[in-house]
């Protein structure tokens, strides 16, 4: 499985046009093929700091999701938006399992 971070900074007067913006990418998303997870969430302490998650099955469905014509469209609409360039971190995991707390 791999496991995709990203942090990104918006505009805070643009939340609401980010958000829709988002959602569409994330409903495109969960539609791919190899798309286990795919979610946004903004930070408790600033709104406008939102990060996201991704799962994919393997490095195929990721690399098929990085080179769609939707994400390239998703970022030139979203670019405008952001106050400095997002930050996207990829990770190769080997298992993984519940936590007992």
Same mark, same amino acid.
């Given at each position: 499985?791999?496991?995709?971070?990203?942090?990104?900074?918006?505009?805070? %007067?643009?939340?609401? $046009? &980010?958000?829709?913006?988002?959602?569409? +990418?994330? @409903?495109?998303?969960? /539609?791919? =093929?190899?798309? #286990?997870?795919?979610?946004?969430?903004?930070?408790?302490?600033?709104?406008?700091?939102?990060?996201?998650?991704?799962?994919?099955?393997? %490095?195929?469905?990721? $690399? &098929?999701?990085?080179?769609?014509?939707? +994400?390239? @469209?998703?970022?030139? /609409?979203? =670019?405008?938006? #952001?106050?400095?360039?997002?930050?996207?971190?990829?990770?190769?995991?080997?298992?993984?399992?519940?936590?007992?707390?």
């Amino acid at each position: 499985m791999i496991a995709v971070t990203s942090d990104a900074h918006l505009n805070p %007067d643009r939340l609401d $046009e &980010a958000r829709t913006i988002l959602l569409d +990418l994330q @409903a495109h998303a969960l /539609r791919e =093929g190899g798309c #286990l997870s795919y979610v946004f969430a903004a930070a408790l302490e600033d709104p406008a700091h939102i990060r996201g998650f991704e799962e994919w099955a393997d %490095d195929a469905s990721l $690399e &098929a999701h990085l080179s769609a014509p939707a +994400l390239a @469209a998703t970022l030139e /609409r979203l =670019g405008p938006l #952001l106050t400095r360039p997002p930050v996207v971190t990829r990770y190769a995991v080997s298992e993984h399992g519940p936590i007992e707390l």
